[in-house]
């Protein structure tokens, strides 16, 4: 148990001793803004970058009108009844034990309420889980706590370990790391070493799996979330939409450092993709 320990603290410490390297030999991606990420005291969805996410954003929109026409009438009722047919005001109280149109009424409409809100949802589900022919291809495996990726097209794999990972609170360095990146402090625990990088556009392919315990990959800006079990290969696709960078974190609970494994998205133009690709080819062969 204890040299296993030792050589799970080497390989990190190894891992994190390359990283001042690898993220100042880093190829030109181009100005990208930070699009996909949380923000203090954020309520809402992040921008949509993908059709999936534009439809999850919609149909929650309508979901919300809906619950709330629900939640409204209910508390209607509620308080007409408390008022109209309390002891004070209705001294004496009806004897009738039903109404049969009434439960009928009752019955049939939340069945059509259910069937309208069915004939919506189904569709997204089914765009997310229909997975078309991809442009790019990647592999991704979770692991006690970080992602690697694997462009098998491409010969191209890495790891991607938090930036500041087992260095403790921000300080100096990690600022230093972060800037060397491209980052500001204020993505600490969001950013990456090693980012996942794909073209704008393009269809991309993923498959998740996990090599210890359940992981769970997810990037709220494009609306996709998959599991990655251990022995199970499962898939997700996206299109990103807009060139920027987005943030995700492992959200399936996974262990002492399940918050420190996030996920950086880089999405890129298609000729900086080309160049990115020459240069992963190179510094991260397969």
Known sequence: MKMTSIANRVLAAAALSTFGAAASAQVDLGDLEIIGAPFQGGLSWQPAATELASQIHWLDNMLLVIISAITLLVIGL????????????????????????????????????????????????????????????????????????????????????????????????????????????????????????????????MDVTGADVIHSWTIPAFGVKQDAVPGRLAQLWFAAEHEGIYFGQCSELCGKDHAYMPITVKVVSPEAYEDWIAYAQEEFPA
């Open 78 to 205: 509620l308080a007409w009844v408390a008022l109209r047919y309390n002891a004070r005001v209705n001294k004496t109280p009806a004897t009738f034990t039903h109404n049969s149109p009434l439960e009928v009424a009752w019955t049939i409409v939340p069945i059509i309420i259910l069937v309208f809100i069915g004939a919506f949802s189904l569709p997204v589900l089914f765009n997310q889980q229909e997975i078309p022919e991809g442009d790019v291809h990647i592999k991704v495996t979770g692991n006690k706590w970080f992602w690697s990726y694997e462009y098998p097209d491409d010969a191209i794999f890495f790891d991607s370990y938090m930036i500041g990972y087992g260095e403790g609170n921000l300080n100096e360095g990690i600022i230093a790391q972060l800037e060397e990146a491209g980052y500001s402090e204020s993505e600490f625990r969001l950013a990456t070493d090693n980012a996942v990088v794909v073209p704008v556009g393009a269809t991309v392919v």
